[in-house]
C-alpha cells in the first residue's frame, strides 16, 4: 500500500519561515511528478508547486513569486517544500501528490492526508 506522509506544518508568524517534507512509501517502481497543493476554508485546492521525477520542469503557483523553492530528494522518496516570507492568506491545508508508477504498466494518482499551515500574529 503506498503511502504520502507529510509533515513539517505548524503556526507561524507572518514573514516566518517552514519547511514541509512529504515521504513515499509502498511498493511502487517510480516516482514521476511530485507536487504540493494547498486549500483554504471555502476555497478549491490550488496548486502551489510541482517538479518532475529529474526535477527539469518545476512549476510554481503565481502567488508564489519566489517566496517557496520546492525540492526532491529521489533517493529518499521524499518531497520538499521551503516557505519562506509566509503571509496571512498562505494559511491553508497543504497536501502532497504524487504520480506513482506502482508498475511498469500502470500510474497512479496519490495524495496525502495533508498537513496545516497557519499564519498569524
Known amino acids: 500500500q503506498v503511502q504520502l506522509v507529510e509533515s513539517g506544518g505548524g503556526l507561524v508568524q507572518p514573514g516566518g519561515s517552514l519547511r514541509l517534507s512529504c515521504a513515499a512509501s509502498g511498493s511502487f517502481v517510480r516516482i514521476n511528478t511530485m507536487g504540493w497543493y494547498r486549500q483554504a476554508p471555502g476555497k478549491e485546492r490550488e496548486l502551489v508547486a510541482f517538479v518532475t521525477s529529474d526535477g527539469g520542469i518545476i512549476k510554481y503557483g503565481d502567488f508564489v513569486k519566489g517566496r517557496f523553492t520546492i525540492s526532491r530528494d529521489n533517493a529518499k522518496n521524499t518531497l520538499y517544500l521551503q516557505m519562506n516570507s509566509l503571509k496571512l492568506e498562505d494559511t491553508a491545508i497543504y497536501y502532497c501528490?504524487?504520480?506513482?508508477?506502482?508498475?511498469?504498466?500502470?500510474?497512479?494518482?496519490?495524495w496525502g492526508q495533508g498537513t496545516q499551515v497557519a499564519v498569524s500574529s
Open positions: 501528490n504524487a504520480v506513482l508508477s506502482i508498475s511498469y504498466y500502470s500510474t497512479q494518482n496519490y
